[in-house]
């Protein structure tokens, strides 16, 4: 079980490298959610907890690793920003255009909206795990709802 759990998340980690190698930010949007979410669900079953908790353990980890938006934002406001995008960002030249489409766009705000919203999810996450009486178990749920 714990060899599959771990091949599935290597798997899932050459996916998303294969992804970010398209250059197409829409189709990366939830890699960062995807990868943190299955990486806690890993964890949950690795420790030989229920498939209940295991999916709680994902939610949390999707709503956590899924506010990567601030340039999409922008994008949808201002289309031409996306040619800057699929150039890259080695240009500096590049880094400032896009930095001064980003301060005119509503995406730094949407963004925090999103991540509000994500947080309350995540934190909601922790709050369903079953009830544990073990310090160390609440002291870390103090953690991830702090994270």
């Not at 999409?72 to 201002?78: G, H, W």
């Amino acid at each position: 079980m714990q060899l599959a759990v771990l091949a599935g998340d290597f798997l899932l980690s050459r996916a998303c490298v294969a992804l970010a190698s398209l250059q197409n930010t829409e189709k990366t949007y939830y890699k960062t959610a995807s990868l943190i979410s299955n990486s806690c669900k890993a964890i949950a079953i690795l420790a030989g907890q229920t498939a209940e908790v295991a999916m709680l353990a994902f939610d949390y980890g999707k709503n956590l690793g899924i506010v990567t938006a601030p340039i999409l934002f922008a994008m949808e406001e201002f289309p031409q920003l996306r040619a800057i995008v699929d150039k890259g960002f080695d240009n500096p030249d590049n880094v400032d255009i896009a930095l001064e489409y980003l301060g005119k766009s509503r995406g730094i705000q949407r963004t925090k909206d999103l991540a509000i919203m994500h947080a309350n999810l995540a934190a909601a996450a922790i709050d369903s795990l079953p009830d544990s009486d073990d310090e160390e178990v609440k002291k870390s749920r103090r953690a991830l709802k702090l994270l």
